[in-house]
């Protein structure tokens, strides 16, 4: 077998036996490059609503009847958890899948409600290698056959269009972009 026949398999085979791979980690990786944006987790989506009706009370004053009233107001009973004080005018109730922050002076809370995001959070789960175990040793595979699918891309081309031509040329680019990134960010 020709080393180019040779090496056209390898591209096509990898690129079929990685295409699940391929869409799981790009699509999480530009979930994950967003994440950073307020107001938007990749792998939950969260809900706030304010809560009318609630009388202001000190910190010293409230008991099981004050955070009752409170989950009966909001509807949220049947999903209580516990409840804190993060400072001396702020109460913290939280729920199955939420919480609800009381501002104690002004009787202001805001039920926030979260789920997990379909789709997203699984892909975020293996992108962070959240499996471990043999889920490292497939990652890696996938890995290093990134690098055989980009070596082998390199010569799927022949002549002027190829890496000795135009293909040169678009690779040289590639390259670059992430060299003048890391020089803007890292060096500057």
Known sequence: ???RKWN???HRELGYVFFGMTIIYGVSGIALNHSVTKHWNPSFVSRSEFINNIDPALKADIGKEYIVEILDISGEKENYKQYYFPNDSSLMIYLKNGHIKVDLNTGSAYLTKI????VFREFNFLHYNKPKKLWTWFSDLYGFSLVLLAISG?????????????????????????LIFLIIYVWF
């Not at 789920?115 to 379909?118: A, C, S």
């Not at 010569?155 to 031509?165: D, E, L």
């Open 154 to 178: 390199l010569f799927m081309v022949r002549g002027k269009k190829g890496i000795t031509g135009q293909g040169a040329v678009l690779a040289i680019i590639g390259v670059l972009i992430p």
């Open 115 to 118: 789920r997990n995001r379909r």
């Open 8 to 10: 056209r398999w390898v």
């Open 1 to 3: 077998m020709k080393w």
